[in-house]
Protein backbone atom coordinates (compact mmCIF):
# COMPACT_ATOMS: atom_id res chain seq x y z
CA UNK A 1 0.00 0.00 0.00
CA UNK A 2 1.58 3.40 -1.26
CA UNK A 3 1.52 6.43 1.26
CA UNK A 4 0.27 9.85 -0.48
CA UNK A 5 2.26 12.27 0.63
CA UNK A 6 0.38 15.64 2.55
CA UNK A 7 1.19 17.77 -0.37
CA UNK A 8 -0.47 15.28 -2.44
CA UNK A 9 -3.32 15.65 -0.27
CA UNK A 10 -3.62 19.33 0.02
CA UNK A 11 -3.88 19.72 -3.90
CA UNK A 12 -6.53 17.30 -3.67
CA UNK A 13 -8.31 19.34 -0.90
CA UNK A 14 -7.82 22.57 -3.27
CA UNK A 15 -8.88 21.47 -6.49
CA UNK A 16 -12.20 19.92 -5.15
CA UNK A 17 -12.78 23.07 -3.22
CA UNK A 18 -12.24 25.18 -6.70
CA UNK A 19 -14.50 22.41 -8.52
CA UNK A 20 -17.29 22.80 -6.27
CA UNK A 21 -17.37 26.88 -5.98
CA UNK A 22 -17.50 26.31 -10.24
CA UNK A 23 -20.45 23.91 -9.89
CA UNK A 24 -22.28 26.10 -7.05
CA UNK A 25 -21.83 29.07 -9.08
CA UNK A 26 -23.17 27.39 -12.43
CA UNK A 27 -26.02 26.12 -10.69
CA UNK A 28 -26.64 29.73 -9.30
CA UNK A 29 -26.31 30.82 -12.59
CA UNK A 30 -28.74 28.42 -14.12
CA UNK A 31 -31.18 29.13 -11.40
CA UNK A 32 -31.29 33.16 -12.27
CA UNK A 33 -31.76 32.00 -16.44
CA UNK A 34 -34.48 29.98 -15.47
CA UNK A 35 -36.42 32.10 -13.39
CA UNK A 36 -35.93 34.64 -15.79
CA UNK A 37 -37.11 32.20 -18.42
CA UNK A 38 -40.08 31.13 -16.48
CA UNK A 39 -41.11 35.00 -15.29
CA UNK A 40 -40.86 35.96 -19.37
CA UNK A 41 -43.66 32.82 -19.94
CA UNK A 42 -45.73 33.23 -17.58
CA UNK A 43 -46.08 37.14 -18.67
CA UNK A 44 -47.30 35.95 -21.83
CA UNK A 45 -49.07 33.33 -20.95
CA UNK A 46 -51.17 35.87 -18.88
CA UNK A 47 -51.25 38.07 -21.28
CA UNK A 48 -52.62 35.67 -23.78
CA UNK A 49 -54.92 34.57 -21.39
CA UNK A 50 -56.70 37.84 -20.50
CA UNK A 51 -57.09 38.48 -24.30
CA UNK A 52 -59.19 34.97 -24.58
CA UNK A 53 -61.44 35.89 -21.35
CA UNK A 54 -62.07 39.57 -23.11
CA UNK A 55 -63.15 37.39 -26.55
CA UNK A 56 -64.85 34.97 -24.77
CA UNK A 57 -66.85 38.44 -22.61
CA UNK A 58 -67.77 39.74 -26.14
CA UNK A 59 -68.94 36.42 -27.49
CA UNK A 60 -71.35 35.95 -24.21
CA UNK A 61 -69.36 33.18 -23.17
CA UNK A 62 -68.64 32.85 -19.51
CA UNK A 63 -65.35 31.30 -19.12
CA UNK A 64 -65.20 28.87 -15.48
CA UNK A 65 -62.33 31.36 -14.54
CA UNK A 66 -64.93 34.31 -14.32
CA UNK A 67 -67.79 31.47 -13.45
CA UNK A 68 -65.68 30.41 -9.98
CA UNK A 69 -65.01 33.84 -8.66
CA UNK A 70 -67.06 34.72 -5.62
CA UNK A 71 -69.03 37.44 -5.04
CA UNK A 72 -67.96 40.23 -3.01
CA UNK A 73 -69.82 40.17 0.24
CA UNK A 74 -71.39 43.54 1.48
CA UNK A 75 -69.43 45.52 4.58
CA UNK A 76 -71.95 44.72 7.49
CA UNK A 77 -72.21 47.85 8.60
CA UNK A 78 -72.25 48.80 12.83
CA UNK A 79 -74.80 51.04 14.26
CA UNK A 80 -74.06 54.63 14.76
CA UNK A 81 -74.47 55.30 18.80
CA UNK A 82 -74.57 58.22 20.70
CA UNK A 83 -72.56 58.17 23.56
CA UNK A 84 -75.51 58.19 25.56
CA UNK A 85 -76.44 54.86 24.41
CA UNK A 86 -73.09 53.32 24.73
CA UNK A 87 -73.14 54.78 28.26
CA UNK A 88 -76.96 53.34 29.05
CA UNK A 89 -75.00 49.56 27.36
CA UNK A 90 -72.52 49.63 29.05
CA UNK A 91 -74.38 50.27 32.61
CA UNK A 92 -76.77 47.16 31.98
CA UNK A 93 -73.67 44.94 31.32
CA UNK A 94 -71.98 46.75 34.94
CA UNK A 95 -74.93 45.89 36.47
CA UNK A 96 -74.19 42.13 35.87
CA UNK A 97 -70.37 42.40 36.14
CA UNK A 98 -67.99 44.39 37.67
CA UNK A 99 -65.23 44.14 34.99
CA UNK A 100 -65.91 43.95 31.22
CA UNK A 101 -63.60 42.56 28.31
CA UNK A 102 -63.47 44.76 25.28
CA UNK A 103 -64.78 41.89 22.96
CA UNK A 104 -68.01 41.57 25.51
CA UNK A 105 -68.88 45.09 24.96
CA UNK A 106 -68.13 45.25 21.38
CA UNK A 107 -70.21 41.83 20.66
CA UNK A 108 -73.21 43.13 23.47
CA UNK A 109 -73.20 46.80 22.17
CA UNK A 110 -72.55 46.11 18.21
CA UNK A 111 -70.14 49.08 18.35
CA UNK A 112 -66.58 48.80 16.96
CA UNK A 113 -63.32 49.22 18.24
CA UNK A 114 -62.90 52.28 16.60
CA UNK A 115 -65.79 54.24 17.99
CA UNK A 116 -65.41 52.83 21.41
CA UNK A 117 -62.06 54.70 21.21
CA UNK A 118 -63.74 58.04 20.45
CA UNK A 119 -66.27 57.08 23.28
CA UNK A 120 -63.14 56.66 25.74
CA UNK A 121 -61.84 59.67 24.79
CA UNK A 122 -65.03 61.65 24.81
CA UNK A 123 -65.87 60.40 28.28
CA UNK A 124 -62.26 60.06 29.75
CA UNK A 125 -63.44 59.44 33.61
CA UNK A 126 -65.98 57.07 32.68
CA UNK A 127 -64.21 53.64 32.70
CA UNK A 128 -60.66 52.59 34.03
CA UNK A 129 -58.71 50.80 32.21
CA UNK A 130 -56.88 47.30 34.31
CA UNK A 131 -54.23 45.52 32.30
CA UNK A 132 -52.48 45.99 28.49
CA UNK A 133 -53.58 44.69 25.14
CA UNK A 134 -55.35 41.33 25.42
CA UNK A 135 -55.68 41.00 29.19
CA UNK A 136 -57.17 44.60 29.26
CA UNK A 137 -60.87 44.95 31.84
CA UNK A 138 -63.31 48.28 31.78
CA UNK A 139 -63.98 48.57 35.46
CA UNK A 140 -66.92 52.03 36.39
CA UNK A 141 -65.70 54.90 38.45
Known amino acids: MS ?8 QYKSLRDDAVAEIQKAEKALKAGL ?4 AALEKTFNKALKEIQKEYVKLGIVSKAT ?8 KTEVA ?20 LKSKVIFQTLNISRGRFNQFLEANVNYLKIEGVKKNTLYVKR
Do not use: R, V
Open 67 to 74: EEKAPKEP
Open 35 to 38: AKDI
Open 80 to 99: KLTDAEIKAGLDELFKKEQK
Open 3 to 10: IISLDKLK
